[in-house]
């Protein structure tokens, strides 16, 4: 960043922002972690300005701000970021502003504008790891990588470029047996990664239920009401008839027997989600994840003793399904000819019956958009 700031640039890289709304959707998580992290309530960091970023690379996003000399945001709450593997650094500058135009001798000869004056300024660049904004929100600057300048000009001009952005695809399917078989044909050629929720489809859209719920399979108790979790044995994913994927064969049936976490089963389908697993998230881990049966014990106590498994605090289970196929080269599968298939096995009680469940598949996969003298298309 050059030792002064000029108003015009720091507009334009306004503006760029509000154009891209990637950029836009980054920057806000990017605010929402200093939020978090509580640096408002250290003097004067209110009242930062952007001066430049969002900058992303591999693994770092870093903007800079800008304060008037004399209302230095607090040191201290700069090194609370510290403590989360920021990097934070000062810098004494000056921005170019335009003189409010009092009398004449504020006009710049020969125009009608204010003369241009040097505003002493502090700047605070922030380098923050992506892996911080992703664990606290899950933000979208996990699958966002923004153009380069000649993507970003010909995004602008609308002559020739390209650039790739990561993506969600969606898919509904309804579970009536216990060993059910799904086939799908994304007709996608960068498969990254597929994640999955299911619920009791007679759930769906019904004030009588939560609709949010995500859950296991459920069968229902002698009432009639669906309190009963159904035992899940495995699941098992192919492309086109071949079992790809280093875990394409998921075993949950010691653990669901035992009402223990099924940790293996959460640690591949939280890495579906997001490129490197750890104990602690946000949404669930295996802190907040229920090994509980159902019935009266679906509203969760505190741990005593009388509990067999360790959990948090969290009311209800939550449960999803999901295989990472490539988070490293973000390559993946080529599902545009290839089936995808799904078997999921599970073991119901003598005599049980189980009802429809439905089951929405998410599609992480890559995407390339190409302008061409004025003409867009996007490649999946």
Known sequence: MPNILDTLDVIENLSSIYENDRAFAVLKDFER?????????????????????????????????????????????????????????????NIIKPRQIKKPGDIRPGTKKGKLDKVPVWIVHITMPKKLIISIFGGDVETIDLP????????????????????????????????????????????????????????????????????????????????????????????????????????????????????????????????????????????????????????????????????GEDKFQQYNIGLCYDHITEIGQDCRTRPFALRIQSTLPQGKALNPHSLYLYVLHQNTIVFDNGSVSVLS
């Not at 992290?37 to 690379?57: F, H, M, S, T």
């Not at 903007?63 to 004494?92: A, V």
């Not at 007679?202 to 399979?217: A, G, H, I, M, P």
């Open 33 to 93: 972690v200093i939020d978090e992290l509580g640096l408002y309530v250290y003097d004067n960091w209110e009242e930062g300005e952007l001066a430049a970023g969002p900058e992303i690379d591999r693994h770092w996003v870093k903007c800079s701000f800008m304060w008037p000399r004399k209302r230095m945001p607090d040191p201290e709450g700069g090194k609370r970021l510290l403590d989360y593997d920021c990097k934070i650094q000062y810098e004494k500058s």
């Open 148 to 311: 380069d300048n000649e993507g970003q000009n010909a995004i602008r001009s609308m002559t020739k470029g390209q650039m790739t952005y990561n993506s969600y695809s969606s898919f509904y399917n309804v579970i009536v047996s216990n060993d059910h078989n799904l086939s799908l044909l994304f007709n996608t050629a960068k498969t990254i990664a597929v994640i999955g929720n299911m619920i009791p489809s007679e759930w769906v859209n019904n004030y009588n239920y939560d609709s949010s719920r995500t859950q296991q399979l459920l069968y229902d108790d002698d009432t009639g009401v669906l309190n009963n979790a159904v035992n899940i044995d495995s699941y098992t994913y192919t492309i086109g008839g071949v079992r790809v994927g280093y875990d394409f064969e998921i075993d949950s049936e010691g653990s669901q027997e035992n009402g223990t976490i099924d940790s293996v089963k959460n640690q591949i389908e939280l890495n579906a989600i997001r490129e490197g697993w750890s104990a602690g998230n946000l949404i669930k881990s295996i802190q907040t994840e229920l090994s509980n049966p159902y019935g009266l014990t679906a509203k969760q106590p505190r741990f005593d003793r009388s509990r067999y498994a360790i959990v």
